[in-house]
């Protein structure tokens, strides 16, 4: 297959996935993000995000975006007074709009296909190799420097998308089964700013 066959391919298939977990570390301009999350096609996501050393877990379900933070994340966005009354506890709000909605993005397995495998330029393939003992092909966008990773063994499910100095990430688990429940009894971050 041509460079751009494998790529399609791969896409096509990242599109129509049931579920995929995704691991791996985004370098912005400020600094890196690490994500661990697992995702549910048309359903939302959960796991983890960290950066520089504060993590909170991450649900999104039913439109509606849960998180859960460690003391030193929530003082940093509420101040150390509030984050002793929201330690251990889960807060929401919507999905589509508001201070959460961009953290709604990264559980959306579509947008994710759509941003980690998005239009590019000359692309050139490479040699075989493994990551994480799966056999690979690698097709290199020799514009960016990216590199995507494509399974040559069974399915042709992307395996690693390789930033070079921008990161990895990692995609495995295409379509095992998933859980995704909402939190109980989160507090409502409109409600809050809100004063209700």
């Known amino acids: 297959k041509t460079p751009a066959q494998i790529v399609a391919g791969a896409k096509i298939l990242a599109d129509a996935a049931k579920s995929v977990a995704v691991s791996g570390t985004v370098r912005t301009a400020t600094s890196p993000i690490t994500v661990k999350l697992i995702l549910l096609a048309g359903k939302g996501g959960r796991g983890l ?8 877990q991450l649900v999104q379900i039913h439109g509606t975006v849960y998180i859960k933070g460690s003391p030193a994340f929530y003082s940093q966005i509420a101040g150390a007074r509030a984050a002793q ?19 709604a993005s990264l559980t959306d397995l579509s947008k994710l296909a759509d ?28 514009s960016t420097g990216g590199t995507l990773y494509v399974a040559t063994t069974g399915p042709p ?7 070079g100095p921008g990161g990895n990430i990692t ?26």
């Open 171 to 196: 995609f495995s688990r295409w379509n095992q089964p998933v859980s995704l429940f909402a939190p109980a009894n989160a507090i409502d971050i409109t409600a809050l700013k809100s004063g209700h």
């Open 85 to 103: 009354l929201l330690q251990g506890r889960w807060l929401k709000a919507p999905a589509s709009s508001g201070a959460l909605a961009p953290l």
């Open 115 to 142: 941003s980690t495998l998005p239009a590019h330029g000359q692309l050139r393939k490479g040699h075989m190799t493994s990551v994480n003992g799966q056999k690979v092909i690698g097709v290199t966008d020799t």
């Open 157 to 163: 499910y992307p395996v690693q998308i390789a930033m």
């Open 49 to 56: 995000i960290s950066e520089n050393g504060i993590s909170f």
